[in-house]
């Protein structure tokens, strides 16, 4: 027993380094959060296009992206563009200008164009503390109950949209 | 030309430690003492080539050489001159650099040191700590080297350091966390070395225990700073966030703080001896298993590196041959180790064993929640992150009970104490301490589980003082006297116990007794807030060395006197193009003034986030003074003998 008992840390080792093993190299972006399944915090954020106060009313009643965005994120940069292609289909996107400059973010919006219905700025990053962003830019999926379906960390494009369509109903 | 110096000088020490891991090891089992006795010179070597190619990087980084990759992807010729050097740990390969040099320097004293351990002894450690050496210069050189260049087309400039890591705080935490982990590579080493040689008894306790305390320090420091780094510099008034890196360093410290007492066990009751030598390959493994979830990218996280899969394939590889390796050893020689004296149920070895069980249970509690998600995404189960909620209501009431155990254990007997005797000593103190506890927080309005904490950490600080004044008044020579023949081991316990206290009292009224808000403020109007006056005295525009900054200016007044001035920023720094908040800060022993600042709203106006946190600097200053204690014990006199005879 004895015997058995002192490899015991070796056996479970090397259980550990195999489960390690199997994560290399998967995409550690694609993490959906503890919010999945549940609807979307309660929040008050102010307005970048009206400068009044928004709360959950506001968002749209049928599936939505919430994308979570800012002027100093290059790779918002980069997905921009994307975002507008998705917009002239017809998606509705909530963007949410995450710790940033709302002048800078304005200009921004006017200079790039704006994919999105509503955006509400987020200054301080108290919402983005509630859901549980860790960066720039991240994108949930909102169904047509108001319920997290789904959350992408990164830059949105076609290999992306693919699978995150899915989840848009 | 200069920059492929380092690099040389990095291959050259990797050729000497692969003499180091192979040479004595042969002269060990020869019993040859001329190869045993390369051992010494070997690692001086190494350590030295180490040294000029960490000499070498930090030149290119101070004279802007951005031909350099690494440089020119850390550092701009704006950046101060200090961050420059500072910039050399600030990416993957110069931190990893830093590691290796650390581990040299670690390597180096063990063989400073080594001339009083058995002939045998000795070069077998340094043999070990060559291997772990050989492990991380070949992962460098082979995935990671600092030293390659951008020819031909070397950037003009180069693209900063993370904003984030530009400040004071990261300039020593990282080095400071390295020499902890780091160091508890000497106890892994001397628990290998035990294992190989078969001498399990209590003397290889006896030498591993000033160094382990040493680590143990620098660990604890580190993680103090890191904690209090992140409180002014995220800008969220937080102070631990349960991060993966953040838990990748708190994990070695816990089972570092159990090897501490479990090896004083060993040290002097000659009981526990397979444990300890299990829990010190715990306490580096858990080292090298942060190493790896930083470096590999399998965990997302605020402070994570580039993720390269090769990269973590090598260490993975790195993880199993050393950890695999060593648990196979454990495994095959631990089972002939027998306890050689026996202990009852209220002696100090059962405390002891108590806080061991509790600190490794803290320490896996810690564990599976930083691997949960990915056991989870194994199984197939889908994907989740553990957060805060989670590490709270697990990991607090277990450390609460630790600390019951802390207070008590000191005033336990070796071997057997009588429990009437034990039960008088405590009762007295626990009394006094539940009543005051409840009056201070009937006084302020705590609720339960506060008084709760509140009566532990009173009556914790109770004890101590009481096992103190018990020892200094028993005889006859008088209390200044006894008290500074107390060995330094013996002050190191108390203060780092009392440190603990402290850093217990700080978690819990911050936690119960902070204020926070967040208001829209022109130029020249005030708010209340907590009891204190804000006035917002209005914006001013400066220009840092390699950033813009907004600066507000808010003083704070209480029943109409003055306070602080305080005056938080939001820098753009504009090669990075990134904006970092800095926090305007009025630091008191009972509260801290907390304000940063938030968006320009309409107008004049600004958002700001007003903070009152109550006690917190008590975190940190717990945090000191358990390094203070580290320190101290690691200096007790007796390790400075010479140990050769073993007469512990």
Redesign the interface.
Known sequence: MRKLLVFLPFIVFIGLGSVLYKQLGTNPEYMPSALIGKPVPDFKLVSLQTDTVQDQTSLPKQAYLLNFWATWCPTCEMEHAYLRTLAKQGIPIVGIDYKDDKHKAQQWLATRGNPYQWVLTDELGKFGVDMGVTGAPETFVVNSKGIIVYRYQGALDDRVWQEMKGYLK | MIPEIGHFALILALFFSLCLSVVPLIGYWQKNRVLLHTARPLTYLMSFFVLVSFLVLALSFMTDDFSVLYVSQNSNSQLPIWYKFSALWGGHEGSLLLWILILSGWSSAVALKSVSLPKDVGPVVLSVLGMVSLGFLSFMLFTSSPFVRALPDAPLDGRDLNPLLQDIGLIIHPPMLYMGYVGFSVAFAFAIAALITGNLNASWARWTRPWTSLSWAFLTLGITLGSWWAYYELG?GGWWFWDPVENASFMPWLAGTALVHSLAVTEKRGVFK?WTV?LA??TF?LSLLGT?LVR???????HAFA?D?TR??YI?ML??IL??GS??L??LR??QVRASATFGVTGREAWLLLNNILLTVLTLTVLLGT?Y???F??LGL????V?APYFNTVFSPIALLLIVFMAIGPFSKWHHTKASLLLNAILLPAVLAIVVAGLLSYVYALGMMAWLTLSVALWSALLIAKDWFVKVSAGTKGIIPRARQLPRNYYGMMIAHLGMVVTLIGILLVSTSSHES?VKLSPGESVSFAGYDFHFDGISHLKGPNYLADRGVISVSKNGDFVALLQPEKRFYSTS???MTEAGLDAGFTRDLYV?L?????GEAW?I?LYVKAFVRWIWLGGLMMMCGGLLSALDKRYRKTVRGNNA
């Open positions: 969220w397979s299990l390959i715990f493994s790896f590999s990218g399998v965990l997302t996280s605020v993720a899969p973590g394939i993975l993880l199993v950890i695999g648990l196979l454990y495994g631990a089972s691997l998600p990915l056991i995404d194994v889908g994907r989740i992150s957060g967040t193009r990134q904006i940063s938030g968006e320009k709203l309409s958002g986030r």
